[in-house]
């Protein structure tokens, strides 16, 4: 695999540079699932983003093997294949006319919020030099549990492993505000012991992630609380009616009903990032949040 690390993307001279017309290049997405998914289930949400304005999508070539081989191996593998995703991101970002060479936006569901927070390390993990902050304009993660607390279950433990060193090796919004960082979370299935059956459910799947204080009731999206996605010092998003997946019998984050709500923040988001690394390289320094300079620009 070709080295993460870099400054930026390689310019495409044929087309200019993003930074001549940063409000006019359109985002190239990375878009990287969750644990025990598989590329054929994001077809839907690819072509949504599309029409909304993506300049491309690219969808990280994990597959359901992956994840069970990382049940006993760890996510080093999943984490190469989600940098080779990456690099060819880039590689498109860097021959489209509309994108011209910018920063991606990384797009990650679930545990795929927590791979794209590690791809920007620049301490190795596993062996693997990461290191790819110079290539991302913004992190918008979906349900992703950003904290998770230890626990027997296994895809807890690949989740905790995961968390425990993206918060030590980039805690929080790490290099904002260079990159954009935003967590999308869910209210909308609440977790209660005196609850239906959907509720005494959810209230389970979420003690597998956090340890609650006992009979108070939690919200989440049916799989992952809200307190869990949030990340401290990004930018939040809390949805009524989402849930998790495309199989809880509701609209999902990837639904049109999820996306119209994140993506125009999302877009805003990786846009003022973009104007930030303009202002560095001259010297000159952002105040306030990327998120709300986007907003003051209303």
Partial sequence: MRDLAGVEPP????????????????????????????PPLYVPMRRRLLDRGAAAVVVAPVWLPDWLLALGRGIGAILTRSGRALLQAADVAASSPVTRGAPLLVVGHSAGGLSARILTSEVPFLGRRLGAAGRIGAIVTLGTPNRVAYGRSLGRMIAARAAEFADQAVPGPRF??????????????????????????????YRGIMRPMPGVPIEGDGLVPVDAAFLPGAESLVLDRIVHGQFGGSPWYGSTEAIDIWWPAAVELWRAALRSRIEAAHGRVSHGSPF???????
């Fill in 292 to 298: 709300d300079r986007a907003r003051g620009r209303r």
């Fill in 176 to 205: 904002a505000p260079s990159i954009g960082y935003m967590t999308v979370s869910s209210r909308f299935v609440v977790g209660r012991r005196s609850g239906n059956v959907r509720e005494r459910a959810a209230l389970t799947l």
């Fill in 11 to 38: 310019q495409n001279g044929r087309f200019g540079d993003w930074r001549d017309e940063p409000d006019r290049v359109a985002p190239t997405v990375l878009l990287l699932g969750g644990l025990f998914t598989s």
